[in-house]
């Protein structure tokens, strides 16, 4: 059993944990970034520091999915045909 979000990391939510921890925001995508999108060009490494972070903020365990998880819940989980 496990949780997903409802939505992405948004480039917000992402620029106030760099602006908190200081640390930088990635290269932005040819159109830069729009606070209500999703965050993009953020490494492994980059998305599990975040994961940390969320998790000593919030006291809950955020993680990212592993492979079979990210397949189960993009076909649908159990409505899935």
Same mark, same amino acid.
């Given at each position: 059993?496990?949780?997903?979000?409802?939505?992405?990391?948004?480039?917000?939510?992402?620029?106030?944990?760099c602006e908190l921890t200081g640390?930088?925001?990635?290269?932005?995508?040819?159109?830069?970034?729009? &606070? &209500?999108?999703?965050?993009?060009?953020?490494? !492994?490494?980059?998305?599990?520091?975040?994961?940390? !972070?969320?998790?000593?903020?919030?006291?809950?365990?955020?993680?990212?999915?592993?492979?079979?998880?990210?397949?189960?819940?993009?076909?649908?989980g159990p409505q899935s045909a």
């Amino acid at each position: 059993s496990f949780h997903l979000a409802k939505t992405e990391i948004t480039v917000a939510q992402y620029r106030a944990y760099c602006e908190l921890t200081g640390k930088s925001l990635p290269a932005p995508p040819p159109g830069g970034f729009k &606070d &209500d999108i999703p965050i993009s060009n953020v490494t !492994w490494v980059e998305a599990q520091a975040f994961c940390q !972070w969320l998790s000593a903020q919030t006291g809950q365990t955020w993680r990212l999915p592993t492979e079979a998880e990210w397949e189960y819940a993009a076909k649908g989980g159990p409505q899935s045909a």
